[in-house]
């Protein structure tokens, strides 16, 4: 009769519990499901404001499919970071969102509801997620809505944050080059767009594509500036780097330099940075040597201040 009862007893907890996931399960699925017909509505408010013409140009299914067993706050979150990564974190107040949300549905009631009882990130998230839509609406008349599906919520967030200019790059080579942005900021984006789509095949060829999509830290950082592993992994798949010889070479004899002081106990920043200027002097006047142009012409900035003093000590 225990047995039994204590059988009853287990059973019931692990129907409350499957209850629970399945009831949590259909209300991420809810939320996400809602954020989509927001976008599909936004994006048909802009084409009709703009007149577009989008008969037989419609997308069918769900915008958001990807992202259906997802949470509305955890989508929230990573488009925070993704933004907060451009310095385009906007916190807007209450007042403001709800206007900003009216304008996208025309303050239609249900939907102003439940927009009313999201969490502050959510309503901030439906907000961007709906004004971009516009945006790429009216950007790309007709395209909008098939752009949106390939771009996800993720791509959505990169274009929010970076500009619309980022999302053909995106909807053409997938939602993994987000990352690229995530890692590395308009720098790499750029190193991307003009040095490795342009080499794409020869990169992918050689295995260096998928190195630089894991990991496009290692190949340049946020600044743009080109890294030695970039300058090897390129050469490894026969490519050279423009502008990174140059960089390599300096730093290369930075390093020699910096060898030689710390024989003598004097490497420090300065006193490489006075090396480096010796340096090049040395290389200047040994091309004007090479090439038969009067050593004094580089020495004039120096001897003509000295010779006008002279000039002036004579006439006084």
Known sequence: MREHLTSRYLSRIALGLLASLVLTGTARAGKVSWLDDVVRSAVREAEAGAKVETRGLRSTGRLFAHEAEESLEGLARRSDDLARGARKLEEPAEVALRTRFARLTHAEPEMARTFAALAPAERRLVVEMGETAQSLARRYPGQAEGMIKKL????????????????????????????????????????????????????????????FLASPERFVDTAGRVTEYAVQQFAHAGLQLAGAVGGGAARGLETAIGGVLARYGLDSAIARRGGMILAGAVALLAAMVMLGLPVRWLLRPITWPVRAIRGRMRAA
């Open 152 to 211: 996800g919520v993720e791509g959505m967030s990169a274009v929010r944050a970076y500009g619309d200019d980022v999302a053909e790059v995106i909807v053409k080579e997938g939602p993994e080059s987000v990352n690229i942005l995530r890692k590395t900021g308009r720098g790499g984006w750029r190193f991307y767009t003009h040095e490795v789509l342009t080499h794409k095949k020869q990169l992918a060829a050689a295995g260096v594509l998928g190195l």
